[in-house]
C-alpha cells in the first residue's frame, strides 16, 4: 500500500525551528518528486517546496525561500523540510505528496499520493 507519513510537527515558539520528515512506504522515492505543502485554519492550501528526483532541482515559494530548505535521503525513504525563523503565520498542517517524475517539478502540478498532515502551531 503506498503511503507517505509526515512527522515532526507540534508547538514552537516565534522565531524557532522545526525539522518535518515525510517517510514514504510502498514505492520507489526516487521515481518520484516531492513536495511540502501547508494549509492554515481558513485558507486555502500553499505549495511550498518540491524537490527533483535527486535533489538536482528544488522550488521554494517566496513566503518560505531563505528560511525553508527540502532535502531528501531516498536511502532512507525520507524527505525533509527543516523550517527556521517560523512566525505565526506560518501555524498550520503541513502535508507532503508524491507525483511521478514525469509529470514535472513543480508544487502546481496535481500530486498523486498525499499524507494525512503534521500540524505545526507557531506561538508564545
Known amino acids: 500500500q503506498l503511503q507517505l507519513v509526515e512527522s515532526g510537527g507540534g508547538l514552537v515558539q516565534p522565531g524557532g525551528s522545526l525539522r518535518l520528515s515525510c517517510a514514504v512506504l510502498g514505492f520507489a522515492l526516487d521515481q518520484y518528486t516531492v513536495g511540502w505543502f501547508r494549509q492554515a485554519p481558513g485558507k486555502e492550501r500553499e505549495g511550498l517546496s518540491c524537490?527533483?528526483?535527486?535533489?538536482?532541482?528544488?522550488y521554494y515559494a517566496d513566503s518560505v525561500k531563505g528560511r525553508f530548505t527540502i532535502s531528501r535521503d531516498n536511502a532512507k525513504h525520507t524527505v525533509y523540510l527543516e523550517m527556521n525563523s517560523l512566525n505565526p503565520e506560518a501555524t498550520a498542517v503541513y502535508y507532503c505528496a508524491a507525483v511521478p517524475y514525469i509529470k514535472g517539478y513543480s508544487v502546481y502540478v496535481s500530486y498523486t499520493y498525499w499524507g494525512r498532515g503534521t500540524p505545526v502551531t507557531v506561538s508564545s
Open positions: 524537490i527533483s528526483l535527486n535533489a538536482e532541482i528544488t
